[in-house]
Structures are given as C-alpha cells and as structure tokens.
T-cell receptor, first 108, second 117 residues
Framework: EDQVTQSPEALRLQEGESSSLNCSYTVSGLRGLFWYRQDPGKGPEFLFTLYSAGEEKEKERLKATLTKKESFLHITAPKPEDSATYLCAAVNTDKLIFGTGTRLQVFP | GAGVSQSPSNKVTEKGKDVELRCDPISGHTALYWYRQSLGQGLEFLIYFQGNSAPDKSGLPSDRFSAERTGGSVSTLTIQRTQQEDSAVYLC???????????????FGSGTRLTVV
C-alpha cells in the first residue's frame, strides 16, 4: 500500500536553531515528491517538487533533499515566521498522497 | 481567477441534511482534486477530475458523497444525509496538468470547514 510517513509530529525550535524534518515514503510509480507549508485556517502552500534521488532545492532558509526512500526538509536558522505545519506528499499515477505533517514552532 | 476559490468558507449543518461545497479552480487548470482534512490528520484524497471526467473516485468514503465538474471549471462536492464523522475541512486543488507527468505544483484553496451538529 502506498504510504507517506512524516517525523517528528511536532518540533519546537529556538530562533536560529537549525533542524531537519523527515518524510519517508513507499509509493509505487513515484512521479514526484512535494513539500507544502500550511498555516492555520489556510490551504497548503506549495514549496518544492523533487523528482529524482540526489535532487536538492532551496528557498530562503529551506532546503529539500530526496533519496530513494525519504526526503528531508532542512531549516537553517529558523525565524518565528517559519512556524507552520509542513506537509510532504508523494505523487503516483494520479494523485498526491500526503503524510500527516510536522507542526513546527519557532520561539524568539 | 488569481487562485482557487472555495465556498462557503464555513458551514454548520444538522445531522441528516445535505450540503454542497463549491470549488472554482484557477482558469485553465484542467486537473481538479478534492481532499478532506480531519483534525490532526493528514489530507485524505477523495476524487480527481481531468476536465469533466473523474478517472479516480477511489477516495470517496461512501455513496453519500458525490462530485461533479461542469465546463471543465467549477466543481461541486455533495454530501447527502450528513453524519458527525463528516465534520472536517474540505480542500480543493487545481493543477495545469495531470499528475501523470508529475510536473508542476498544485494550488490549494483555503477550504470549507464543515461542522455537522
């Protein structure tokens, strides 16, 4: 069965304290791996798409990487405005399969 | 439009009543998806449209749920005889291409928060 698992469920960081979020996947016919940010009361906001193992993408303090079994979202020197839920999703033939997300809180 | 628009943003309904949720995708986006997000849960796939047809309805939880899309644009998700377990946020997303090519990002609306009392 296709499955996406994210860890940790919640993460509390001090401002400036770098860390990584994990997304493990078992998906047949993987077409891409997506990262989204979701703020309370809002829909998910697209961050990155990764297509092949070894690929990396960066945006401001975020960097996403992909291996054959997992993806990492690295957050460097986070700020309070990075607080949100980060969702990982794998695409197979016709739909996004989401993990349950990591709720990140960054304290000043 | 500039983004994916969903209405209503909030809906409170009595158990047993029918509800309709609307999604207006980005103009020109051929693929449209409905997801459900329950409290503390991930997004659960419901149905996918390519144009007006629905190649994948596998996520619809029961025959009380149905969806249609007309004119390759607006989609309506209908829940008949609502139950308390239907309470959730219903999210719609559109994309300029089907995921078969695995390209592009999906743009999500802000969702409809449905509460069944």
């Amino acid at each position: 069965e296709d499955q996406v698992t994210q860890s940790p469920e919640a993460l509390r960081l001090q401002e400036g304290e770098s860390s990584s979020l994990n997304c493990s996947y078992t998906v047949s016919g993987l077409r891409g791996l997506f990262w989204y940010r979701q703020d309370p009361g809002k829909g998910p906001e697209f961050l990155f798409t990764l297509y092949s193992a070894g690929e990396e993408k960066e945006k401001e303090r975020l960097k996403a990487t992909l291996t054959k079994k997992e993806s990492f979202l690295h957050i460097t020197a986070p700020k309070p405005e990075d607080s949100a839920t980060y969702l990982c999703a794998a695409v197979n033939t016709d739909k996004l399969i989401f993990g349950t997300g990591t709720r990140l809180q960054v304290f000043p | 439009g500039a983004g994916v628009s969903q209405s209503p943003s909030n809906k409170v309904t009595e158990k047993g009543k029918d509800v309709e949720l609307r999604c207006d995708p980005i103009s020109g986006h051929t693929a449209l998806y409905w997801y459900r997000q329950s409290l503390g849960q991930g997004l659960e796939f419901l149905i996918y449209f390519q144009g007006n047809s629905a190649p994948d309805k596998s996520g619809l939880p029961s025959d009380r749920f149905s969806a249609e899309r007309t004119g390759g644009s607006v989609s309506t998700l209908t829940i008949q005889r609502t139950q308390q377990e239907d309470s959730a946020v219903y999210l719609c997303a559109s994309s300029s291409t089907s995921t078969n090519r695995g390209t592009g990002g999906y743009t999500f609306g802000s969702g409809t928060r449905l509460t069944v009392v």
